[in-house]
């Protein structure tokens, strides 16, 4: 018997915030190592390759970079303007990094689409398949006092 081999999967990735107009983070691929069968393995995967990425950012990583005007009209309409270098040096934490995505999306934080049709449930299962959509959808809290 064969035992099936995991390819990596590609996949479309955006995070839009309810009341903005741009998104978050713009849509880019995202390689997935292996095909998850559960949204909770589907995030799983997202935090860690986000953790990683993180944890290997340095301060050193640019030398010499310049904003151009369109870098920061850009960067101003997602709230946050920056040269895109890590200046802590603290590490992530992957365990607190699960941990907290999933508390967020019991809490109702955010919620995930893929391909237009929300994923309600924690353990849902997925049939994700190449170049699928994914949005990740952050939600505004409202500010202010009740009483």
């Known amino acids: 018997m064969e035992i099936e081999k995991e390819v990596p999967v590609n996949i479309y990735v955006l995070v839009k915030q309810i009341g903005k107009r741009k998104p978050i983070i713009g849509e880019h691929v995202l390689q997935l190592q ?6 909770q393995q589907f995030i ?5 390759i986000n953790v990683e990425q993180y944890n290997n950012r340095t ?3 640019l030398l010499l970079h310049a904003l151009t005007e369109q870098d920061i009209k850009e960067q ?3 709230g946050k303007v920056g040269f895109g270098v890590r200046y802590n040096p603290n590490q992530q934490d992957l365990a607190k ?3 907290n995505a999933e508390l967020s999306f019991r809490d109702g934080l955010y919620k995930v689409f893929i391909n ?3 994923v309600e449930s924690w353990d849902a299962q997925l049939a994700l ?14 500010a202010g006092r009740m009483w």
């Open 129 to 142: 398949q190449e170049n699928d959509r994914v949005l990740f959808l952050k939600l505004t809290m409202l």
């Open 97 to 99: 990094a699960l941990e």
């Open 34 to 39: 292996a095909r998850p069968e559960t949204l």
């Open 76 to 78: 101003s309409e997602t």
């Open 116 to 118: 237009e049709t929300e």
């Open 59 to 61: 301060v050193d990583e």
């Open 44 to 48: 799983q995967q997202v935090v860690k």
